[in-house]
C-alpha cells in the first residue's frame, strides 16, 4: 500500500476489546512516564540514603535515559519481525522485573545497573505503544486514542511529583519503584487479554545487526556528549569528540541502511515528505520543551516561591496537555489532523511569546495565564501530529514508525534541555557579569527573569519554524490531493 495515503488496516476486533487494550497500553505508558518524574524528585534523597554524590547520582537518571535513547528504533524493528504485542508483553514484565530491583537496590551502583534494566523494558513499551494502538484502531479514531494516550502522559507527569514527595516522606524512597508493580501486572493482564494477535513480519525476516550497532554508538555519544556539555561546556572536554563520533556514526549508519536489503530503518519511509516533516515537528516541539526546566529556577530564585508553591505551579503545563489533549484527537478525526497541529503549534509560538516578555514579581494569576499557552498548545500539537505521522506509516513498518515518533521526542527533549540551558545562561551573565552560576540564590533576580526570557524568545523562533514547517506540509498535501483528482 503506498504511502501517500493513510492506512486503514483491517480489524474485527469489537470496539469493547479495543478500548480495553486502549486502557492497557495508556496504564503502562501512565506508569513509564510517571516513573521518570517521580524519580527526578527522589535525587536528594538517594544521595543521602546511598551516600552517593550528585555526580554518581545523576547517573540514576542518565543510565536510563541513554538506554532509551540508544535502542528505541531497534526494539521497534524486532516488533516488527515478532510481533508488537510479544515484544510489548516483554517489556511489561521486564519494567516490573527492573521496578522491583532498583526498590530493593543496596548502593547507588547497583540502582544504576537496575534503573537500566528498567529502561530496557520502559523502551519496548514506549517504541510499540503506538504501533499496536494503529494496528487495532480504524483510522477515523486515531486522532482520538491518540489524543488518550497523550492524557496518559501528561497525568504521569504531574502525578509522578505529589506523589514521589508523599511516598518519600511516609513509607521511604524505596516505595516510588515498589508502586510500579500492581500497575504492572493490571497492564500485562489486560494488554494480554484484549491487544489481538499479533500481525507477524515476513518469513526469513533477518535483523540489520551493523545498523543497529552503529545507531546504538551514534546515539549513545550523542545523549552522553549532550550530558557532559551541561556539565563542563560543549566546546570543551570529551563533549566535540563525542558530538564527532556520533555524526560519523550516524553517517556510517544511513550508508549501511541504504545497502541493507533488509534495513533497520528503510530510508524509503522519507520519500514521504510529510512523514519526516511530522517528525521534524515534533523534534521541534520537544525542544521547546525542554525550557520548561528553568522555570522552577525562576519561580524559586526570582520570585521567591516554596518548592512546594513551585510544585503545584509547574503543574500547568501537564495538566493543561492532558486536558486539551483527548478533544485535540477528536477534532483532528473531523477536521484532519495537519489544521488542529498548527493551531497548536500557533498557540505555542504565543505561550513563548508571553514567556519571553515575563517580568519580575508577576501573580500567580499572570503566570497561569502566561504559561497555560504552552500547555495547551502543545496538547493540541501532540495527538494530531503522532496520528499523522502513523497514519502514514506502512504496515509492516508501525513498529519502526512507532519508534521513530518515540525517539523524535526523546531526542528532542535530550536537545532542549542544554540548549534552553546555555541560552538561559548567555542572557543571565550578560545581565549580570561575573555572577556564581552554582550560586544562583545570590544571584540578582533580574537576571535571572532575563535568562528566561532569552531562552523563550529562541523557543519562539523555533516554533516558528515548526509552524513554516506546519504549513508547508498542508500545503503539500492539498497539492497532491488537487493533482489525484485532477489526473
Not at 90 to 109: E, K, N, T, Y
Request: with cysteine; proline share 5%; hydrophobic share 55%.
Amino acid at each position: 500500500m503506498s504511502q501517500a495515503h493513510d492506512i486503514d488496516l483491517p480489524r474485527a476486533e469489537p470496539e469493547f476489546s479495543r478500548n480495553l487494550a486502549l486502557l492497557g497500553i495508556g496504564l503502562s505508558v501512565f506508569m513509564g512516564t510517571m516513573d521518570i518524574s517521580i524519580v527526578n524528585i527522589a535525587l536528594s534523597t538517594l544521595m543521602h540514603d546511598l551516600n552517593a554524590s550528585l555526580a554518581t547520582i545523576e547517573w540514576v537518571v542518565v543510565s536510563y535515559a541513554l538506554v532509551i535513547t540508544s535502542l528505541m528504533l531497534g526494539v521497534g524493528r524486532l516488533g516488527d519481525m515478532f510481533g508488537k504485542k510479544r515484544v510489548y508483553l516483554l517489556g511489561i514484565a521486564v519494567f516490573g522485573l527492573g521496578s522491583a530491583l532498583c526498590g530493593m537496590a543496596g548502593s547507588a551502583w547497583s540502582l544504576i545497573v537496575f534503573r537500566g534494566i528498567q529502561a530496557i523494558g520502559a523502551v519496548m513499551m514506549q517504541a510499540l505503544g503506538m504501533g499496536i494502538i494503529t494496528e487495532i484502531f480504524p483510522a477515523e479514531q486515531r486522532g482520538r486514542v491518540m489524543g488518550i494516550i497523550g492524557t496518559a502522559v501528561s497525568l504521569g507527569l504531574a502525578v509522578g511529583p505529589p506523589l514521589g514527595g508523599m511516598l518519600i516522606g511516609t513509607v521511604g524512597w524505596r516505595a516510588i519503584f515498589f508502586v510500579n508493580l500492581p500497575v504492572c501486572l493490571v497492564s500485562w493482564f489486560v494488554v494480554a487479554r484484549y491487544v489481538p494477535k499479533d500481525l507477524m513480519g515476513k518469513n526469513g525476516e533477518r535483523f540489520d545487526v551493523p545498523g543497529a550497532v552503529l545507531l546504538f554508538i551514534a546515539l549513545v555519544c550523542y545523549a552522553l556528549g549532550m550530558t557532559m556539555g551541561q556539565h563542563y561546556g560543549f566546546g570543551s572536554g570529551a563533549s566535540p569528540l563525542l558530538f564527532g563520533a556520533a555524526t560519523l556514526g550516524v553517517a556510517f549508519f544511513l550508508w549501511v541502511e541504504f545497502r541493507s536489503p533488509q534495513p533497520m530503518m528503510p530510508l524509503s519511509l522519507f520519500k514521504d515528505a510529510q512523514f519526516g516533516l511530522g517528525l521534524l515537528m515534533g523534534w521541534i516541539a520537544f525542544l521547546i520543551l525542554g525550557g520548561v526546566f528553568i522555570m522552577p529556577i525562576y519561580l524559586q530564585v526570582a520570585e521567591g516561591y516554596s518548592p512546594q508553591q513551585t510544585g503545584f505551579l509547574m503543574l500547568v503545563v501537564p495538566l493543561s496537555m492532558g486536558v486539551v489533549s483527548p478533544l485535540a484527537g477528536w477534532c483532528a478525526d473531523r477536521f484532519g489532523a495537519r489544521v488542529v497541529s498548527l493551531v497548536g503549534l500557533i498557540l505555542l509560538v504565543g505561550g513563548c511569546l508571553t514567556l519571553s516578555g515575563i517580568t519580575l514579581h508577576i501573580s500567580v494569576f499572570e503566570y497561569v495565564m502566561r504559561v497555560l499557552p504552552l500547555g495547551l498548545g502543545l496538547g493540541l500539537f501532540q495527538a494530531p501530529n503522532t496520528s499523522s505521522i502513523m497514519g502514514r506509516a506502512p504496515r509492516n513498518r508501525l513498529g519502526v514508525s512507532s519508534g521513530l515518533v518515540s525517539l523524535s521526542r526523546t531526542l528532542g527533549n535530550t536537545s532542549g534541555v542544554p540548549l534552553m540551558g546555555a541560552v538561559f545562561s548567555l542572557y543571565f551573565l550578560a545581565a549580570a557579569p561575573g555572577a556564581d552560576q552554582a550560586n544562583l540564590a545570590a544571584a540578582p533576580p533580574q537576571a535571572m527573569v532575563d535568562g528566561l526570557a532569552g531562552a523563550f524568545r529562541l523557543a519562539a523562533w523555533l516554533g516558528t519554524s515548526a509552524v513554516a514547517l506546519a504549513l508547508y506540509s498542508w500545503w503539500l498535501k492539498h497539492h497532491r490531493l488537487r493533482a489525484s483528482q485532477a489526473s
